[in-house]
């Protein structure tokens, strides 16, 4: 069967009975799909114009759609040759992940020199070094073993003793050192013992183990790459080992997102026959893809990598280097391993020299991840008095409270509304997206800006904070977050998931549909805030502490950047105290792995870090439940927990 | 084409033009190639009874052999289907190698046991341990990781910490658990930093690694294999961990030998396009069978196996690994190194679970191996005060001298007359060999003993040996090793490589022709006696030393433990000391190894005696030629080097 995609124009041939949506990845075709192929999320729609197919309609495509051609991809399987067009909202857009934001928002943005400068007693002391090495040849006087030679030759250069060799590298050593006429550069690296490998302990001696050899003098082109790697996106840095410059930056979508949005969704995905390893090689070939960007964009050769860092959530990780997280996800919810010992970087796939090790960030839990233990690093809370809460708002929301002396964390589900998901026209925060909003008082018009300044396609996670919390403080809705029906304006209308209110009409709208927000959207908004709410206050709780006691909230991920404080006090998502003790660091995992790269002691901070962090299970903490529906109100069912806000709301 | 090979009615099917060892080879029929297929050896001929072939006729082919179909196999092409015999001087028998010699000879010979006793500071205590685990399955209240979990109940049971992990056990580790219920057995290794892996540095502190994990209880089938990966043949032991007991022993040629039959034609044959590769295979392939007729004989089951430990000379450890030896044959001979970091033997194709690693003995230089340091090792003499002369025979012959204090060691290229090569009818000590012999001194006619009591096939060298003494005291030949020819005996003839002596008539052997002994087969036994002798005699003097000043002569080497002591003096290969002063340690490479196995603490000394020995280049010391002339007499032109066989003759 051929099956030809529209806009793409591409085509495909498979057999008779496949399935669209995997047809659509094979040719690869972007196509959303949320739900892992469970035919739930009802993200993948497309329009088969020409041929047969069949599969159920589902609950989210209506009679006449589906009589129209409209299908959900994962629940159509191919008969005869098809004609199939992915409309717009099916599609992501990659281009505009990599935006950065000038608004001015409430709290404080550092650069990255600052950023680096969070923690203290970093210093410049990379784990790898390359050194350039000469040797005098051989003689019959002088007849030692080539390694015997080249290792004295280190002692005497550079005083190193007691080197440890890869083995792999023993098979070319005679011809690199013959070839070369004798002078090489050596890449050595300080590794630990336990502390690297070892799940208990933190000490031991470091041992220096030889793990390249270049002909030639190539000491001064030594790099390492650094990786975020997220559920929806993964991004890398170079880095330039000799002089502690970030090379260049690049980003792509996690490919992954083809099946499953979430690391639910993932894990799901994993249990099917081959799931694993194909999610193993979408994480791979993201990466790859960053990689040869990198390469690309600061002109550097990718032979010359020397390490690779990556962090990531504990699915992700587990993914990335192909341990099942099967049982992450039933309860009792068990990683597979917290600390993992590094790998080499080739043996996954990376398109990198066979002696690069990749180090992936210790996790501390099955939802709490080598990400946020990277970010809790880089900010230096781990090192500081003041009382701090780290938050990573997200599908998986990650919360850290402590500071030097002890650290609690605990993940909470927020759910995907934060990300655009669950929400009627919800998407990704790519161009098309509303994420700004203003609303008339008298007329209750709508001023709306999309990413990109293009007619609006759907709605992002901050668009969507900032809508409601216009809605709220202009009373178009109440702070259960049903809209006001006897205000006068047509565009709050009944629809088909209940009142909604029309954002934009057809005309105006890059998909010729209305664009609506739903009061089960706000709902879902507000469900998600509750959560996200409720976790730092049970855990602020189990350490009989209070919000007020909070001398600092630091906002990381790439979501948290573009979070407006203000609003999200006013929608009682983030706690209500004064602007200055709000600090956005961005990614946090980059910032760690930045660190840890550039700074072999790191690398016992990081695991300090792990293991200081006590993990809460929410859902067992007995308050939590009370929390979450106590803040299930706009903003808060207990007025006094955000006295600014209700006080403004009475003027 | 198809060629069939007979007496094994074997066929194969091969393009035309393809080469008829190589036919052979790839049939599985064996055919003796000492010098690798260079046409020089003249070992392989064959008989081409039916069908076409090409190539030259070679000097070892007289013109009415080739005129009936006598070809040397490496030199033939093969242009149409063909019939080819193999006759049986062409072929090896491998079910004698691992014959045990019952006849009382000089020198002492030790049991097992006393054997491991010769060692110092020899205890019960392998690095790899099995230990049995169980665990109480996650809750909710306590679901740290499943290593965690892990890690913490061998901490608990077994007082093990700061564990390491092999991460390929990850993978699966969340299964076995889960499986087994939560009671597993894990194998634990300890091992040390730099000195296993480093060049230089001897300390270094040991650590625990987890490398495997079983379902249950299977805490009491742990097992080591050792092995000997001698140029000739390979020997391998099954040794329980658990109650240091020897389960079993098996041998077999290392079919390398297709590709020459000495440590220069492997290093000229690996020069060959993928013929390092082959070499490899070849050594694997010998030692798969090998393991598999261990684990047939113990009725164990080879995934049981937790660690391997191979000692072999330099070039064998090289061709095992798969490092080039290209420029151990090349002045300056250097090797690629002499420490080699433990590798996994699965990577080497070995049959072996993949957590099992291979440790190889380390070596001292080019032609001074890890199987000499196996068994200075084994035979406890870096460990005592007495001046000890240790002697490897063979075509490399290796020699020691030392004691506890220091060691000196040098290689000699004997030449393979020990091993029957470079002799007319000279073979392996197989069935048919000629081993023992006697001469009629009236009649001059001779007494035969064949290994295996069968009809003579040829010489081996110990048989050699015998013979040569035996001429010389009954004054059949003169110190120069020329037959007396006045002598009334027909058995004394000229032949085609001058005069020779017949040892057996064409009636009364295995082949049909007569078996003889030539004045060229004596001079290429006295030269290599010579380069034996004037070895040790060299390093003695390099040290101020006489032959006087031997308190111990330790001889090892399968060969070594057939030699007769007394004869072996009388012609000048072994020095004139008392008898009792003679040890045969049989294979010192397996003593080495399987102390090693025993005792963790042994490796120190394995690498610390490498370390020790001083290594002479023979060929650079001006004393060499000087004592390798004055040693081409029977026994010595100097008689009061042996003035008791000097004594002996007189009378």
Avoid at 37 to 52: D, M, Q
Avoid at 465 to 477: Q, S, W
Wanted: glycine share 10%; proline share 4%; charged share 20%.
């Amino acid at each position: 069967m051929l099956v030809r995609f529209q806009p793409h124009n591409r085509e495909i041939q498979v057999a008779k009975g496949e399935n669209l949506l995997r047809a659509a990845m094979e040719a690869g075709v972007y196509i959303q799909a949320s739900c892992g192929g469970e035919g739930v999320c009802g993200k993948c729609r497309v329009l088969v114009e020409k041929g047969e197919t069949d599969g159920p309609r589902g609950p989210k495509i209506s009679e006449e759609e589906f009589g129209r051609g409209t299908r959900q991809a994962c629940q159509t399987r191919i008969l005869s040759n098809l004609e199939v067009l992915v409309p717009i909202e099916s599609t992501l857009d990659k281009r505009v992940i990599a935006r950065t934001r000038e608004r001015v928002s409430a709290g404080r943005k550092v650069s990255h020199q600052e950023l680096e400068s969070l923690v203290l007693g970093w210093c410049f002391n990379p784990a790898l070094r390359k050194h350039y090495v000469g040797m005098e040849p051989p003689t019959i006087k002088d007849n030692r073993s080539d390694l015997s030679r080249l290792l004295l030759a280190i002692k005497k250069t550079h005083g190193h003793e007691g080197i440890s060799v890869d083995s792999r590298l023993l098979k070319k050593l005679p011809f690199i050192l013959r070839e070369a006429g004798w002078k090489v550069t050596a890449t050595l690296v300080q590794t630990r013992m336990e502390s690297q490998l070892g799940e208990y302990q933190l000490r031991g001696s470091r041992r220096v183990k030889l793990v390249n050899l270049e002909p030639g003098d190539t000491a001064q082109e030594h790099y390492s790459i650094v990786l975020d790697v997220g559920t929806t996106s993964v991004w890398g840095q170079l880095l330039d080992l000799n002089n502690r410059k970030t090379l260049a930056e690049a980003s792509d979508y996690n490919s992954q997102i083809h099946f499953g949005d979430d690391v639910i969704s993932r894990i799901v995905y994993s249990q099917k026959p081959g799931g694993l390893k194909k999610l193993q090689e979408s994480a791979i070939g993201t990466i790859n893809g960053i990689i040869r960007e990198l390469a690309a964009k600061s002109g550097t050769d990718l032979s010359r990598v020397s390490h690779m860092t990556a962090a990531g959530n504990t699915v992700m990780t587990h993914l990335l280097l192909g341990l099942d997280p099967k049982y992450i996800r039933e309860s009792p919810y068990t990683p597979v391993a917290n600390f993992i010992p590094p790998v080499r970087a080739a043996n996954l796939g990376l398109e990198v020299g066979e002696h690069v090790h990749l180090y992936t960030f210790p996790s501390v839990a099955s939802y709490v991840g080598g990400d946020i233990v990277s970010g809790i690093l880089g900010s230096g809370i781990y090192q500081r008095k003041p009382l701090t809460l780290y938050i990573d708002i997200g599908t998986n929301g990650e919360i850290v409270i402590g500071n030097a002396d002890w650290m609690v964390t605990a993940a909470c589900s927020a759910g995907p509304a934060f990300e655009g998901g669950g929400i009627k026209h919800g998407m990704r925060a790519t161009t098309g997206a509303i994420e700004d909003f203003r609303i008339d008082s008298n007329s209750f018009e709508p001023m709306l800006l999309t990413i990109g300044m293009v007619k609006p396609k759907g709605i992002c996670g901050s668009g969507l904070i900032n809508m409601v919390a216009e809605f709220f403080e202009a009373g178009v809705i109440s702070p259960n977050g049903k809209f006001d029906i006897d205000l006068p304006t047509r565009r709050i209308r009944p629809g088909s998931d209940g009142m909604e209110y029309v954002l934009a009409y057809g005309e105006d709208t890059a998909t010729g549909a209305d664009i609506v927000i739903t009061e089960v959207d706000i709902d879902n908004l507000i469900r998600a805030k509750a959560a996200m709410y409720a976790g730092y206050a049970t855990l602020l709780q189990s350490v009989g502490l209070a919000i007020g006691n909070l001398e600092q909230v630091v906002i990381a991920g790439a979501f948290g950047s573009f979070i407006d404080v203000e609003r999200a006090i006013t929608i009682g998502l983030l706690p209500e105290l004064p602007p200055d003790r709000f600090l956005f660091i961005g990614n946090g995992s980059l910032l760690g792995a930045r660190l840890i790269s550039f700074c072999n002691e790191m690398l016992d901070d990081g695991e300090r870090i792990s293991r200081m962090m006590t993990n809460v299970e929410l859902s067992e903490s007995p308050g939590f439940m009370d929390n979450y529906i106590a803040a299930l109100f706009l903003p808060h069912t207990n007025g006094a927990e955000f006295p600014g806000v209700s006080q403004r709301l009475k003027q």
